[in-house]
Nanobody
């Protein structure tokens, strides 16, 4: 059983900062890319930032220069959110493409999400 668990969401005023964390647990053989997605009410889930196993990062244009994704190791990832704006309000989801021990094909796993609310 593989699980991804997010933490660190909350309510913050515009211009404030938050730090989200994601921890993967279970019998993991290899973790490939990891990413953060978000979904605002009435909108589709969108990619916020991703990071490969080699540390190459990619950001949505809307968060470039404000958010920073990082990986501490194969199981732990973080997202620093700075200069937050009301339009950043959403549920943020952790995503990991990983190979579970005993499996032959890697697949995507998702966390349950953490709410980020930015007040104006």
């Amino acid at each position: 059983q593989v699980q991804l668990m997010e933490s660190g969401g909350g309510l913050v005023q515009a211009g404030g900062s938050l730090r989200l964390s994601c921890a993967a647990s279970g019998r993991i053989f290899r973790t490939n890319a990891m990413a953060w997605y978000r979904q605002a009410p009435g909108k589709q889930r969108e990619l916020v930032a991703s990071i490969t196993s080699g540390g190459v990062t990619n950001y949505a244009d809307s968060v470039k220069g404000r958010f920073t994704i990082s990986r501490e190791n194969a199981r732990n990832m973080a997202l620093e959110l700075n200069s937050l704006q009301p339009e950043d309000t959403a549920v943020y989801y952790c995503n990991a493409n990983l190979l579970r021990s005993g499996d032959t094909i890697a697949r995507d796993y998702w966390g349950q999400g953490t709410q980020v609310t930015v007040s104006s």
